[in-house]
């Protein structure tokens, strides 16, 4: 199994210096990985750092917690588009979720899908699985399905757990074929790389990457 094109290289440590960002840009250029996943403020800099290669330069919005407003989130994701972004994975409103007031949820991812598609780019929805029922986990799959969005994603991995097995498949059954899922958070080896994608993932978030390619 080729693992690089599978893998988000992330760095979103709020302590990330540039040097550090700079450093996980060679390796995903050494690696040839699908993006480089990082804060909003660095989309810029990665951006420019990855013109003439196939990498894709990636970045959250409303992360980690996802409460910030759906303004908020539109503004963030267009200022990201416009500094370089490729693809977008923006945290739903979990509170919203969990109250089930679908409308509210729907209607958040569906404003940040549609600005990231109006420029032709990706948009993964983070659910943030530690957090929900397996019920709920199903119901914001769906959500995501409606609202056209790009990919289901598990966690941020500033939760209380990542990314886990059950929760792929569980993820995957509801989506099939449809949309992506991406699994990222706590995938620290090959053999969890793996697994998440005999499960159903079709990317992975991971700050482990090079570990995980090396498979050691």
Same mark, same amino acid.
């Given at each position: 199994?080729?693992?690089?094109?599978?893998?988000?290289?992330?760095?979103?440590?709020?302590?990330?210096?540039?040097?550090?960002?700079?450093?996980?840009?060679?390796?995903?250029?050494?690696?040839?990985?699908?993006?480089?996943?990082?804060?909003?403020?660095?989309?810029?800099?990665?951006?420019?750092?990855?013109?003439?290669?196939?990498?894709?330069?990636?970045?959250?919005?409303?992360?980690?917690?996802?409460?910030?407003?759906?303004?908020?989130?539109?503004?963030?994701?267009?200022?990201?588009?416009?500094?370089?972004?490729?693809?977008?994975?923006?945290?739903?409103?979990?509170?919203?979720?969990?109250?089930?007031?679908?409308?509210?949820?729907?209607?958040?991812?569906?404003?940040?899908?549609?600005?990231?598609?109006?420029?032709?780019?990706?948009? /993964?929805?983070?659910?943030?699985?530690?957090?929900?029922?397996?019920?709920? /986990?199903?119901?914001?799959?769906?959500?995501?399905?409606?609202?056209?969005?790009?990919?289901?994603?598990?966690?941020?991995?500033?939760?209380?757990?990542?990314?886990?097995?059950?929760?792929?498949?569980?993820?995957?059954?509801?989506?099939?074929?449809?949309?992506?899922?991406?699994?990222?958070?706590?995938?620290?080896?090959?053999?969890?790389?793996?697994?998440?994608?005999?499960?159903?993932?079709?990317?992975?978030?991971?700050?482990?990457?090079?570990?995980?390619?090396?498979?050691?």
């Amino acid at each position: 199994m080729r693992l690089n094109k599978y893998i988000d290289h992330t760095l979103l440590s709020p302590e990330a210096t540039k040097k550090e960002v700079d450093h996980v840009i060679k390796e995903a250029k050494e690696n040839d990985f699908a993006s480089v996943m990082i804060n909003p403020y660095w989309v810029k800099h990665t951006h420019d750092e990855l013109l003439g290669t196939d990498i894709q330069t990636a970045t959250v919005i409303g992360f980690p917690l996802g409460a910030n407003t759906t303004e908020i989130k539109v503004a963030e994701t267009r200022k990201a588009l416009l500094d370089g972004a490729d693809e977008i994975d923006m945290v739903l409103n979990i509170g919203e979720l969990k109250g089930n007031d679908l409308d509210a949820v729907e209607s958040d991812i569906k404003s940040v899908v549609n600005a990231g598609h109006a420029e032709n780019k990706i948009v /993964k929805v983070i659910i943030e699985t530690a957090l929900l029922t397996d019920d709920e /986990k199903v119901t914001a799959a769906e959500l995501v399905m409606k609202a056209n969005a790009d990919f289901v994603k598990t966690s941020t991995g500033f939760s209380t757990s990542g990314a886990k097995v059950e929760d792929v498949k569980l993820l995957k059954e509801t989506v099939g074929n449809k949309i992506g899922v991406k699994a990222s958070g706590g995938i620290h080896s090959k053999e969890e790389a793996e697994a998440m994608i005999n499960a159903g993932a079709t990317r992975l978030g991971t700050s482990a990457s090079i570990k995980i390619v090396n498979g050691r």
